[in-house]
């Protein structure tokens, strides 16, 4: 039995699986191509996990070939999060950032009508890579999670290419008063 396709498969969750099936030949029984019984787990892509499919086949004489498996891993769909904008500050001494907008999941499977349940939560925080004054700083973030009962299929990554300035801060002078000269 020869695997048509690798032995190893990875797929995303909410995507399509079609098995390359498997070949086999005799080199006693003078058969070409058997029928390959395929055989094991039913690869289901709403599913996070590791499936293993087995192909098996027997010749006219009745003698068994030995299994072949493949592994087929459907691993976790990434989202995006988006919706949301740095906000550029004065210089404080600090590296504490704000952002701006309403924070949304992107790519999210869903299915006729129906949009799995995944929700974005935590307690997300923004900070600067430094405190120092410029432009285009890019900010961090950190703390969103992912909660619902779909939650398991989905990996996230924290929000990247945010980026806003730090102006320079305006100084007042006090305590300086004027001495009177005479001309």
Partial sequence: ISLNGLDTISIEYG???SDHDASATDPYDSVISPTVTVGGDTVDTDSVGTYTVTYDVTDAAGNAATV???TVYVTTKALTITGISGISKAYDGNTT???SGTAA???IVVVGTETDDVT???TPSFT????NVGTGKTI???GYELGGAKAGNYSLTQLTGLSANITTKALTITGISGISKAY
């Fill in 105 to 107: 999941l992107s790519g």
């Fill in 68 to 70: 072949v498996t493949r």
């Fill in 120 to 122: 974005l939560g935590g």
């Fill in 15 to 17: 995507t399509s699986y």
């Fill in 140 to 142: 961090t973030a950190s």
């Fill in 97 to 99: 950032a704000t952002v």
């Fill in 128 to 131: 600067f890579a430094d405190a």
